[in-house]
């Protein structure tokens, strides 16, 4: 089936994606009244994360598509957007989110990050063959099948991108051995699923007062750590030089180009020493990956210059260039989101949401229980299910000083994702019918 969208070119489809966050940032910004009350119901956030979204849904554009020629062979395409936020943007808004950073106000947010993002990956361990026994009583064909078609060998593949990201997920297709023709229907499941509750932790920042009230959680010290940063930028701030930009994302693409020349160089080591790393099927294959390098070294390096005096280009706007780039990712994220597909494979779809909502609810639970603010819930929660890619992109939606927050805890989800993900992987094909 041909699936081509109408602009298949990148540069006119990154030039949609501009004018979306245009008309998001001018009308959220608008003084009418009636823009004024649509954004205290939708964040902004969300709305350059849907649009895009709602694009790929009409069939405007598309992440990746499928062209048949005269013959009928099949060529598949696929858009470079994501790949280049992802890999050139993201890291660069790291580095310069994390120049004004105060470290010592980051370690007296305490414990609570740390606990809700554990919380998270306990969600993501149990949820899965919860959500199997629910589903098995309505449909058990939907959670059956036998050898590499088994349906538990697929969602194993999920508990690895959920607890970790792409490369635990590739470690238990191959640890499992599921079936490949059948792995798209898996990544479908966790696009959909992932890309809804980001949706919902996006709505829940508009409404994060009211939701920490209800928590009676304490966020003297989120908001103790805005407040430095705000007050260090307002001293430094001043109008912003052509030299100063030029400088700013000097600083970000110079740090960034050397972010790649460290994960690829670490990378091909441990490859090439280390045959647990190697191995795809091995809970250290993580440590193979190029992205979860750069991420790492980005934001170490980040931190490292916020100690020397290039911290002062806070003052010049670095965190609001950062945020640029941010918007621009999350554009791209949201390209990714089908709309359409939600419906394509009702069964799977339905376990991969029983199974995000024991995740979500349990959160909930352990949130109230030790009053943790929102904002440690949803950034523990994307820092499993989203990763690298999503979870400073939460935290900077609360402030620009917080994403290395998720930066620290996404990392974290990399290490433990292979190891989570094989234990739900045994408890699914224990409860598997």
């Known amino acids: 089936m041909d699936t081509t969208p109408f602009i298949t070119q990148d540069t006119i489809a990154f030039g949609i994606l501009m004018l979306t966050l245009g008309f998001v940032f001018y009308?959220?910004?608008?003084?009418?009244?009636?823009?004024?009350?649509?954004?205290?119901?939708?964040?902004?956030l969300l709305m350059a994360y849907m649009l895009p979204a709602i694009f790929t849904s009409a069939g405007i554009i598309a992440p990746e598509w499928e062209t048949i020629n005269e013959t009928g062979e099949i060529t598949k395409h696929s858009s470079q957007l994501y790949y280049v936020a992802s890999r050139f943007l993201l890291p660069a808004a790291l580095v310069l989110m994390t120049l004004s950073i105060d470290l010592k106000a980051v370690f007296n947010?305490?414990?609570?990050?740390?606990?809700?993002?554990?919380?998270?990956?306990?969600?993501?361990?149990?949820?899965?063959?919860?959500?199997?026994?629910?589903?098995?009583?309505?449909?058990?064909?939907?959670?059956?099948?036998?050898?590499?078609?088994?349906v538990w060998?697929?969602?194993?593949?999920?508990?690895?991108?959920?607890?970790?990201?792409?490369?635990?997920?590739?470690?238990?297709?191959?640890?499992?051995?599921?079936?490949p023709k059948k792995y798209g229907g898996m990544v479908l499941v966790d696009i959909v699923v992932a890309n809804i509750w980001m949706a919902i932790i996006l709505?829940?920042?508009?409404?994060?007062?009211?939701?920490?009230?209800?928590?009676?959680?304490?966020?003297?010290?989120?908001?103790?750590?805005?407040?430095?940063?705000?007050?260090?930028?307002n001293k430094v701030t001043k109008n912003p030089t052509l030299a100063d930009l030029i400088i700013i994302l000097s600083i970000a693409f110079t740090v960034v180009g050397f972010a790649h020349f460290g994960a690829n160089e670490i990378s091909a080591f441990?490859?090439?020493?280390?045959?647990?790393?190697?191995?795809?099927?091995?809970?250290?294959?993580?440590?193979g990956s190029q992205f979860f390098w750069m991420i790492s070294i980005a934001t170490i390096l980040g931190i490292i210059l916020s100690f020397t005096k290039l911290k002062r280009y806070e003052g010049a706007g670095a965190s609001k260039v950062g945020s640029v780039f941010i918007y621009i990712l999350v554009a791209t994220i949201g390209m990714k989101m089908d709309l359409g597909k939600i419906l394509e494979n009702p069964?799977?779809?339905?376990?991969?949401?029983?199974?995000?909502?024991?995740?979500?609810?349990?959160?909930?639970?352990?949130?109230?229980?030790?009053?943790?603010?929102?904002?440690?819930?949803?950034?523990?929660?994307?820092?499993?299910?989203?990763g690298a890619a999503s979870a400073p992109v939460v935290a900077a939606a609360f402030h620009s000083s917080l994403a290395t927050v998720g930066v620290l805890l996404a990392v974290f989800g990399y290490v433990v994702g292979t190891y989570g993900a094989m234990l739900t992987a045994e408890l699914m094909r224990i409860v598997a019918p």
């Open 270 to 287: 441990l490859k090439d020493n280390f045959e647990a790393v190697s191995d795809k099927s091995s809970a250290m294959s993580s440590f």
């Open 153 to 179: 060998r697929g969602l194993a593949t999920l508990a690895g991108s959920w607890i970790g990201g792409g490369a635990n997920q590739a470690a238990m297709l191959e640890i499992y051995e599921y079936n």
């Open 109 to 150: 947010l305490g414990p609570k990050a740390l606990i809700m993002f554990l919380t998270g990956t306990i969600g993501i361990i149990i949820g899965g063959p919860i959500a199997i026994m629910l589903i098995s009583m309505i449909s058990p064909d939907t959670v059956g099948g036998a050898g590499p078609d088994a």
């Open 203 to 233: 709505i829940g920042i508009g409404k994060s007062e009211k939701i920490d009230k209800w928590l009676k959680s304490d966020t003297s010290a989120i908001e103790e750590l805005k407040e430095k940063v705000s007050s260090y930028t």
């Open 347 to 386: 069964g799977l779809i339905l376990i991969g949401i029983v199974w995000m909502t024991i995740h979500a609810a349990l959160l909930i639970l352990v949130a109230k229980l030790i009053r943790a603010p929102y904002f440690f819930l949803a950034v523990g929660s994307q820092a499993n299910v989203g």
């Open 27 to 44: 009308t959220s910004s608008s003084e009418n009244i009636v823009w004024k009350k649509f954004y205290k119901v939708v964040p902004a």
